[in-house]
């Protein structure tokens, strides 16, 4: 699958003053990811091969090429920015000018995809190669006004049967690497929420007792490793680069279901594999946002909104106004500086 990109970037001198940015400032994002970050892309590239849909006359329980029952986190915190990002299947990709969305879903941290692992879909590595080639055929730097975010591993340890987190951790600061040495300023990166918590794991009597324990284990030696990780780049590229805690928002939840508007967190509006779904072999709850988990593995809209709202948070947290946004604010500072003396002076 061939894919152009059109990335407006630009090189801008250092940013040395350390204030916290409003989120209005930033005027593009962009994505890499699996099926948690995945707008539509998968949808596109496999003609809604996945996510899976059962025969007609039933629809299919996922939103528009969504993993979940409406929006995602992608979705909530582009409004909340007043962006739109474009898909990297979308026939627009060409005039994309608010950023792109670059998940797949089924991504594993490295180059290939885990739901349809001989095609040619990309892993969160690839998809970061694929942006930065796009920036280097164009002789660009990547856009620092811009935010970007990177979230994958779940998909290496519950369809990958992955057991050690030395390479995914890895091929996550790869990515990231990748992408400062680009250009790029901003970087959210997200941990894993814990996995042997999910549903698909806790509720499926074919599992195995000890799966759960050994899921949450590798759940924090991932996140340990990614924050060591995040910590060594932010402090060797001088880049903005932030954790966005998705393991202690869901932690919180489950603590506290009622507070975050959840009647229940163990269970899954419903829980299927995808061929039966397929074969219309499942039954769909009628109050889908009272739980977390959508269908034992993704998080219903609700929770989504509320992933979206911690990755705001982080953002307005860590991040710095670029040069322009500060000379202005330096400007107005000194006008009303002025504005004031002449007026007492007068």
């Known amino acids: ?71 995602l986190w992608v979705d909530y915190l582009s409004q909340q920015l007043g962006l739109n990002p474009t898909l990297a299947t979308s026939p627009n990709i060409n005039t994309a000018t608010e950023g792109i969305n670059f998940a797949f879903g089924g991504s594993t941290t490295g180059l290939n995809n885990a739901f349809a692992p001989t095609s040619t879909l990309p892993g969160v590595l690839a998809q970061v190669n694929l942006f930065t080639q796009s920036l280097q055929t164009r002789n660009q730097k990547a856009d620092p006004n811009a935010l970007y975010f990177v979230w994958g591993g779940g998909i290496d340890y519950l369809f990958g049967n992955t057991t050690d987190p030395t390479q995914v951790v890895g091929n996550l600061a790869n990515a990231i690497t990748s992408l400062t040495t680009a250009g790029a300023k901003n970087i959210g990166v997200f941990n894993l929420p814990d996995l042997g918590t999910l549903p698909f794991i806790t509720n499926n009597p074919n599992n195995p007792p000890q799966l759960a324990a050994g899921l949450t284990a590798l759940t924090n030696a991932h996140n340990v490793g990614l924050g060591n990780v995040t910590n060594a780049l932010r402090s060797s590229t001088g880049a903005n680069i932030f954790t966005v805690d998705v393991n202690q928002l869901l932690a919180n939840i489950s603590v506290n279901p009622q507070q975050f508007g959840f009647n229940n967190v163990t269970n899954a509006c419903f829980l299927a594999d995808f061929d039966q779904i397929r074969t219309g072999n499942f039954n769909l709850c009628n109050n889908a946002n009272d739980f977390l988990s959508y269908d034992g593995v993704h998080p219903t809209t609700r929770g989504h909104n509320l992933i979206a709202q911690t990755a705001l948070n982080a953002v307005r947290a860590n991040t710095i106004p670029e040069p322009s946004t500060v000379l202005g604010m330096l400007a107005l500072a000194l006008v009303g500086a002025g504005f004031g003396k002449k007026r007492v002076n007068g």
């Open 1 to 71: 699958m061939k894919k152009e990109f059109l990335i407006a970037g630009f090189a801008i001198s250092s940013v040395v003053i350390s204030q916290p940015a409003s989120a209005a400032n930033f005027n593009q994002v962009f994505v890499f990811g699996d099926s948690l970050s995945d707008t539509g892309n998968i949808a596109n590239a496999t003609n809604f091969a996945f996510p899976p849909s059962p025969p007609p006359p039933q629809t299919s329980p996922y939103f528009q090429g969504r993993f979940s029952n409406g929006p």
